[in-house]
């Protein structure tokens, strides 16, 4: 059985006992089995399967541009390298061990989805409706705001960029196949291990802030904490798995906060507590709104434009990899389409020493990983190398429709030091920014959104986490 098949066991397995453990406190709120489905239709809960449903739809367009669209966006790797330094990498050497990273597999795996779908059950379990639309919300727009970053701001994972550090979340082939075709981990930035339950954790406390309640009184405290002990645990794990570099962490955060504010401020409006969804929305008010956020979403579209402009003048000049002595690193080709073809430019940017390259099918690939390294012995074996001199750059294409590739590149153990290393992947279909700008436009609105949003909050003397439609503020306080 494969990753897959496993999570959904366990999901299936857990999500009833964790509902039963943390609802011990709340017994008189438990919706009863026999009245799941009739709360569900009721609540109209269908919408949120709908909602994850759509997530896994807007991840697989997403991911199918992320390669594609590098050619024209590049990377900042090196920036983030510049700052940080071999800091992660430190950290890796510190706690490496054979257990650690099988535990912290699993947990960067199963319990992070896991999370994401146990806590929507609980809360309707215990019959947390506005909390339930909340956290569904959460996976599903968090995930839109990080695309901007994902596709114009790519930033190569750890185990990619930095000499001597492993990728230690493909270990084995049982992970590595899973990975590659599911969700690739070639761009690091924001971490939505860390903006996801943050996001939730967030959400929380804005719910128990706006309802005056302290949150060690909170009858969720101990399901809240265990949110926390994940999220802490998802910190250590993406930096010691060679995934993500420590700006991921506060980046992700960021996310996550922006992300659940959004949710925050209107949940409210489309539950319809306040009348009709657009209630109080008259022509000056959507003026207002359009031009604010419009002008937020046309500044960050010129932000989009000008780090292309910028990627155009100096991505050919900046490394992808860097490899140390006996590294083995590998870029990821996806698969294609019948009659699509992709074309691997690699150049090996040392003056004196030469690297190997085999390009070769993720299937195949399979008994090259071992538990904590890539076993280039293993695969020169299932495919024969290439040498690439100093200097050299060679061209690979590959036109096989629906098999994933990976370009694998090795430096000699008897190597002086490390070589830099850069790739550019062309794949056919032309241009696809604009694709890449029309996915990211609900993110930028939602950025818009949010700003706005607070500056009328605190014009009006009102708390920022007051989440009522602003057509009810007059009477509110006439009320008062």
């Excluded at 024209?72 to 490496?96: K, P």
């Excluded at 029309?438 to 500056?455: A, D, E």
């Amino acid at each position: 059985m494969g990753p897959y098949g496993v999570m959904m066991g366990i999901i299936l397995v857990l999500t009833p006992i964790l509902c039963v453990v943390f609802s011990n406190n709340q017994r008189n709120s438990r919706v009863p089995l026999k009245r799941f489905f009739d709360e569900g239709r009721r609540h109209r809960y269908w919408l949120h399967i709908s909602g994850y449903l759509l997530v896994v739809y807007w991840k697989r367009i997403t991911d199918e541009l992320n390669e594609p669209i590098k050619v024209s966006t590049g990377h900042y790797t090196d920036w983030i390298a510049a700052i940080e330094g071999d800091a992660v990498l430190w950290f890796q050497n510190a706690f490496e061990n054979a257990l650690l990273t099988e535990l912290l597999n699993f947990h960067y795996l199963f319990i992070y989805l896991f999370l994401i779908y146990v806590t929507t059950i609980y809360y309707m379990y215990t019959g947390e409706r506005d909390l339930t639309d909340k956290v569904t919300l959460n996976y599903l727009l968090i995930y839109a705001l990080a695309v901007p970053y994902y596709l114009f701001f790519n930033v190569e994972v750890t185990s990619t960029y930095l000499p001597g550090m492993d990728a230690l979340l493909y270990h084995d082939g049982w992970y590595t196949e899973f990975y590659v075709s599911h969700d690739p981990l070639d761009n690091s930035v924001p971490s939505l291990h860390i903006a996801i339950p943050f996001g939730i954790l967030m959400l929380n406390w804005l719910h128990v802030r706006e309802k005056g309640i302290a949150m060690k009184d909170w009858k969720h405290l101990a399901y809240h904490r265990f949110i926390v002990a994940n999220t802490i645990l998802f910190g250590f794990a993406i930096i010691y798995l060679g995934v993500h570099w420590i700006i991921d962490i506060p980046l992700g955060m960021m996310v996550g906060a922006l992300g659940a504010l959004f949710i925050h401020h209107v949940q409210p409006r489309l539950r319809n507590d306040f009348g009709k969804t657009f209630r109080g929305v008259d022509k000056k008010k959507f003026g207002r709104h359009a031009m604010f956020e419009g002008v937020v979403v046309l500044a960050m579209v010129g932000l989009l434009m000008g780090s292309i402009a910028y990627q155009a003048e100096t991505m050919d000049d900046r490394p992808s990899m860097v490899l140390g002595p006996d590294d083995s690193k590998f870029d990821i080709i996806q698969e294609l389409e019948a009659g699509e073809e992709a074309t691997i430019f690699l150049t090996n940017m040392d003056d004196d020493q030469s690297i190997e390259v085999v390009l070769i099918e993720v299937e195949k690939s399979l008994p090259g990983f071992g538990e904590s390294e890539i076993i280039w012995a293993q695969l020169i074996l299932l495919e024969d190398p290439i040498t690439v001199g100093p200097g050299e750059t060679h061209a690979f294409t590959v036109d096989e429709p629906e098999l994933w590739q990976l370009a694998i590149v090795h430096l000699s153990e008897d190597a002086d030091g490390p070589v830099e290393v850069h790739t550019r992947v062309e794949y056919s279909g032309g241009d696809r920014v604009n694709q890449a700008l029309l996915l990211s436009l609900p993110s930028l609105w939602m950025t818009g959104f949010v700003i706005h949003r607070l500056v009328r909050l605190r014009g009006e003397g009102r708390s920022w986490f007051d989440s009522s439609p602003s057509h009810t503020w007059a009477a509110s306080e006439e009320s008062e």
